[in-house]
């Protein structure tokens, strides 16, 4: 995992288009193994929830990948198991506790998380960091990857 980790750390992609940042997403999920953690970043509609439709795509998951805005959690189970979470209604980290975030974090699936800041305590050193920021076009991104290995 280690080495994988390295392979894709402190990129800056550019994306024009949702269909470059899913397109993206697709690539980096086939490095992606068993218990990877994708924490993302960017304001509201930045792309992440894009980003994480790439990423179960690469994964094999064919379900439609909706935005757990609202529920919080989704779980799609393709060759990975892929948990969608987004904390963006969370208030501390005991909230995300009550979810159960420690156990997906623990896990053998995948783990993507929007607005991981809201759990920052309890994301672990080997987490992959995504930061989506707007471009200087409107559709443009400036995509971030980071970790800290
Ligand atoms: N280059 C781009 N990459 C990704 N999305 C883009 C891009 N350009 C435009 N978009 C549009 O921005 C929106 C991104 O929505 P998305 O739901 O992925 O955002 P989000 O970061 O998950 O927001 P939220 O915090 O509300 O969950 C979509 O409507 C998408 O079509
Ligand atoms: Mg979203």
């Given at each position: 995992?280690h ?6 750390s ?11 940042t899913y397109?993206?997403?697709s690539?980096?999920a086939h490095?992606l193994?068993p218990?990877?953690?994708?924490a ?5 509609g930045a792309?992440?929830t894009?980003?994480?439709q ?6 094999g998951?064919?379900q439609?990948?909706?935005s757990p ?24 980290t005991?909230?995300a506790?009550?979810?159960g975030l ?9 783990t993507a998380?929007e607005?991981?800041q809201r759990?920052d305590?309890?994301?672990?050193p080997?987490t992959i960091?995504?930061y ?8 443009e991104?400036?995509i971030t990857?980071?970790?800290k290995t």
């Amino acid at each position: 995992m280690h080495k994988i980790v390295i392979m894709i750390s402190n990129q800056i992609v550019m994306s024009k288009k949702p269909e470059d940042t899913y397109q993206w997403a697709s690539k980096l999920a086939h490095a992606l193994v068993p218990g990877s953690i994708i924490a993302l970043y960017g304001e509201l509609g930045a792309g992440k929830t894009c980003f994480v439709q790439g990423l179960a795509a690469g994964l094999g998951i064919d379900q439609p990948i909706t935005s757990p805005t609202y529920t919080l959690i989704h779980e799609y189970h393709g060759t990975t198991a892929l948990y969608h979470i987004d904390l963006y209604r969370i208030n501390s980290t005991e909230e995300a506790l009550n979810l159960g975030l420690d156990e997906y974090l623990d896990g053998q699936g995948i783990t993507a998380i929007e607005w991981a800041q809201r759990a920052d305590s309890l994301i672990p050193p080997h987490t992959i960091h995504v930061y989506i920021d707007a471009g200087s076009e409107e559709k443009e991104r400036i995509i971030t990857i980071k970790t800290k290995t």
